[in-house]
Antibody
Framework: EVQLVESGGASVQPGRSLRLSCAAS????????MHWVRQAPGKGLEWVSG????????AYADSVKGRFTISRDNAKNSLYLQMNSLRPEDTAFYYC??????????????WGHGTLVTVSS | QSALTQPASVSASPGQSITISCTGG?????????VSWYQQHPGKAPKLLIY???KRPSGVSNRFSGSKSGNTASLAISGLQTEDEANYYC???????????FGGGTKLTVL
C-alpha cells in the first residue's frame, strides 16, 4: 500500500524558516517524480515544487522561487521542502504527492494527508 | 503562472449528468496530453480521477470520463450520486518553464 506521510508543519512568525519532510513507502521511490502541492484553508490547490526521480529536474512556482528548496533522498525514501523567508500567504496545508512518471508530468496518483503551515505574527 | 479556468460551481440532481470545463492555453492544455482531474471531499486529500486527458486509474468508476478539444479539457460525470458532491480540480503540464498548473476548482452540488 502506497503511503506518503508528511511532517514538520508548525506555526511560525513571518521571515522564519521551516523544513517539511515526507516519508514514502509502498512503491519504488526512485521510479517517480515527486511534488509539493499546497492548499490555503478554504482555497484551491496550488502546485509549489517538483523534483524528478534523479533530482535532475527541479522546478518551483513563481510564488516560492528563491525562498523554497525541494530535495529528495532516494536511499531514505524521503522528500523534503526547505521553506525560508516565510510569508503569511504561505499559510496552507502542504501535500506531498507522487507523480505517475519518473519525470515531472504533473499527474499525481497518490497524495499524503497534508501538514499545516501557519505563518503569523 | 496563470491558473486554468474552471466554473466556480455546478449543480444537478441525482441520476443526471454534468460536464466541468477546464480552459487553458496553447502552452499547457493545448500542447500536451497531460491533463489530470482530481476529486476532493472536504477535509480529505485529493483523489486522481483522470490522467493523460482521458484515462481512468483502476478503481475509478466509469461514470467519470475525460476529454479534450483544443485548449479546453472536460470532465463528465454521469448518473450523479450524492457522494459525488465534492470539489473537482483540473491540472495540466505546462512545459519546462512553468511545469504544473491547476484550475481554480469547481464545487459540485448534488441536490
Amino acid at each position: 500500500e502506497v503511503q506518503l506521510v508528511e511532517s514538520g508543519g508548525a506555526s511560525v512568525q513571518p521571515g522564519r524558516s521551516l523544513r517539511l519532510s515526507c516519508a514514502a513507502s509502498g512503491f519504488t521511490f526512485d521510479d517517480h517524480g515527486m511534488h509539493w502541492v499546497r492548499q490555503a484553508p478554504g482555497k484551491g490547490l496550488e502546485w509549489v515544487s517538483g523534483i524528478s526521480w534523479s533530482s535532475g529536474t527541479i522546478a518551483y512556482a513563481d510564488s516560492v522561487k528563491g525562498r523554497f528548496t525541494i530535495s529528495r533522498d532516494n536511499a531514505k525514501n524521503s522528500l523534503y521542502l526547505q521553506m525560508n523567508s516565510l510569508r503569511p500567504e504561505d499559510t496552507a496545508f502542504y501535500y506531498c504527492a507522487k507523480d505517475i512518471r519518473v519525470a515531472l508530468s504533473g499527474m499525481v496518483d497518490y497524495w499524503g494527508h497534508g501538514t499545516l503551515v501557519t505563518v503569523s505574527s | 503562472q496563470s491558473a486554468l479556468t474552471q466554473p466556480a460551481s455546478v449543480s444537478a440532481s441525482p441520476g443526471q449528468s454534468i460536464t466541468i470545463s477546464c480552459t487553458g492555453g496553447s502552452s499547457d492544455v493545448g500542447s500536451y496530453n497531460l491533463v489530470s482531474w482530481y476529486q476532493q471531499h472536504p477535509g480529505k486529500a485529493p483523489k486522481l480521477l483522470i490522467y493523460e486527458d482521458n484515462k481512468r486509474p483502476s478503481g475509478v468508476s466509469n461514470r467519470f470520463s475525460g476529454s479534450k478539444s483544443g485548449n479546453t479539457a472536460s470532465l463528465a460525470i454521469s448518473g450523479l450520486q450524492t457522494e459525488d458532491e465534492a470539489n473537482y480540480y483540473c491540472c495540466s503540464y505546462a512545459g519546462s518553464d512553468t511545469y504544473v498548473v491547476f484550475g481554480g476548482g469547481t464545487k459540485l452540488t448534488v441536490l
